[in-house]
């Protein structure tokens, strides 16, 4: 069983809140603040309650680009929430326990990004993760852990496993939501429409084969990258550029993708056609007219109306992973169109960080949820269990 805000007595505690808003940034902060949003109903139900409220999260990966402090992050939330969030450059020292304790009923801060301690970037057993200063610093300093960082829910982390064996732990709202999605989906409405795409191929071919194996797939529709690696399989001639492209993301994609369709061939779907760019404009291209000079950057027409008639009698249509470079406004079209037409599934699901940006950019609406995680969420739909869903069981 895992607790959530139900069950937990705020009032006048101490909560050590784990939320994931992790951001793409831009020159002046953050690009995107969808994930702040998303936690926008657990913090302030905690605050609402009477909590004091010690935010913890990362931001990107030591030595990577988007690894900053968490300043820019404690002003937005600040601005979103109807509690008042402050923001303390520390994580787990002095520092960070005092500005805790001096923290009013409804009130929170954001404490520094977790992964600038080294431990928080290694993975423990969470009687382990317990032990780290993170962990057996700050904890004595809260009352309670409330873990809403779905999205980093697939790490072993000290922040993600290590409280719950410290402190009395609690599923925020967020969590709750993907659970009761993500963690349901054998019971949501049939027949099951994967629709799998992105760059990530050789994840979401993972995904098709645990998906097929398990019975919870009617049909996997391929596209982007990933149904240009069952093209390819299939003994399509793509041409080198999109080849290309396959191998350079995974080179053990056709062969996985081929040993897929030896066993599921009759409910793998696969493009049609693609959209390449010719003379600066978008062309598609039919599988007779192929091999293409350009790489496939969307998928075309034909594909589109084959892969409409699926999802229009899907029961539940779950959408990972963009179908083509939404990013160019010649080549959203697919993406545009793919997830118009899974809306109207009798339940729509989208999975994955990409996805759901594709989604916002192109402002389609009308799923049924979209989860704020990427490789928790591919995780999740594969089947496997979380660590940080695992340390919340009681
Ligand atoms: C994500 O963006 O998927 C989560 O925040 C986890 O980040 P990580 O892949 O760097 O652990």
Not at 134 to 161: E, G, K, M, T, W
Not at 300 to 329: K, S
Not at 380 to 389: I, R
């Amino acid at each position: 069983m895992i607790r959530t805000l139900d069950d937990l007595d705020a009032e006048g505690a101490a909560l050590g809140v784990r939320v994931d808003i992790n951001s793409p940034l831009g020159r002046d902060g953050l690009a995107d603040d969808a994930r702040l949003r998303a936690h926008v109903d657990t913090i302030d139900e905690c605050c609402g309650l009477g909590a004091r409220v010690a935010l913890l999260a990362h931001q990107g990966r030591p030595g990577g680009d988007e690894f900053s402090d968490l300043s820019a992050h404690a002003d937005r939330l600040d601005d979103l929430l109807d509690a008042p969030v402050g923001y303390c450059d520390a994580t787990f020292t002095a520092a960070a326990r005092d500005s805790v304790a001096a923290l009013e009923d409804g009130e929170a801060v954001l404490l520094e990004n977790t992964r600038f301690y080294s431990e928080e970037y290694m993975s423990f057993e969470p009687d382990v993760a317990a032990e780290t200063f993170l962990v057996s610093r700050l904890a004595p300093a809260l009352d309670a852990y409330v873990n809403d960082a779905f999205a980093a829910a697939h790490r072993s982390q000290p922040s993600i496993v290590g409280f719950p064996t410290a402190l009395d732990a609690y599923a925020g709202r967020v969590m709750e939501r993907e659970l009761d999605v993500l963690g349901n989906i054998e019971e949501s409405p049939e027949p099951r429409v994967y629709v799998l795409g992105g760059a990530k191929v050789e994840d979401s071919i993972d995904v098709a084969r645990s998906v097929l194996e398990r019975g919870l797939a009617d049909s996997v529709l391929t596209a982007g990258i990933v149904g240009n690696a069952f093209l390819l399989a299939d003994g399509v001639s793509l041409g080198a550029a999109s080849a290309g492209v396959v191998n350079e993301r995974s080179h053990k994609a056709v062969k996985a993708a081929g040993d897929l369709l030896d066993d599921f061939s009759h409910r793998i779907y696969m493009p049609r056609d693609i959209a390449v760019e010719r003379d600066g404009e978008r062309v598609e291209v039919d599988l007779d007219d192929l091999p293409a000079e350009e790489p496939a950057m969307d998928i075309g027409a034909r594909t589109l109306a084959a892969y409409a008639d699926i999802l229009e009698d899907a029961g539940t249509a779950i959408l990972n992973g963009p179908p083509g470079v939404f990013e160019d406004e010649r080549f959203e079209f697919g993406t545009r169109e793919l997830y118009g037409a899974a809306t109207r599934a009798e339940m729509s699901i989208v999975g994955g960080g990409d996805t759901a940006a594709a989604m916002r950019k192109l402002g389609v609406e009308g799923f049924d949820h979209v989860s704020t995680g990427g490789g928790a969420a591919l995780r999740m739909l594969s089947g496997e269990t979380l660590a940080g869903v695992e340390a919340l069981r009681v």
